[in-house]
């Protein structure tokens, strides 16, 4: 890929890393938000952080009355857990 940051270097995508990865085959990282809120309250005159998307494609499936959603609810507690991180 183009945007590979170093000479010689590889990517490897999620699912052959055997880490959680979303139906778009986009890893699943939630440490990743904290680290980014972590980065940029260290900047010097930061404004308000607001954070006002997250979510994940994950496999549906039909069902006319419940549709567990183990998934997107694991991603979204986890992601908020990592706010959680960083505000403590």
């Given at each position: 890929?183009w945007?590979?940051?170093?000479?010689k270097?590889k990517?490897?995508?999620?699912?052959?890393?055997?880490v959680?990865y979303?139906?778009?085959?986009?890893?699943?990282?939630?440490?990743?938000?904290?680290e980014m809120?972590?980065?940029?309250?260290s900047?010097e005159n930061?404004?308000?952080?607001?954070?006002?998307?997250?979510?994940a494609a994950f496999?549906?499936?039909?069902?006319?009355?419940?549709?567990e959603d183990?998934?997107?609810?694991?991603?979204l507690?986890?992601h908020?857990?990592?706010?959680?991180?960083?505000?403590?």
């Amino acid at each position: 890929s183009w945007w590979t940051p170093y000479l010689k270097a590889k990517l490897v995508s999620a699912k052959d890393r055997q880490v959680p990865y979303t139906q778009m085959n986009w890893e699943v990282y939630p440490d990743a938000l904290y680290e980014m809120i972590r980065q940029f309250s260290s900047y010097e005159n930061m404004p308000e952080l607001l954070i006002t998307e997250n979510g994940a494609a994950f496999h549906d499936t039909d069902h006319p009355e419940l549709i567990e959603d183990k998934n997107r609810l694991e991603y979204l507690q986890n992601h908020i857990q990592q706010v959680q991180r960083a505000i403590e």
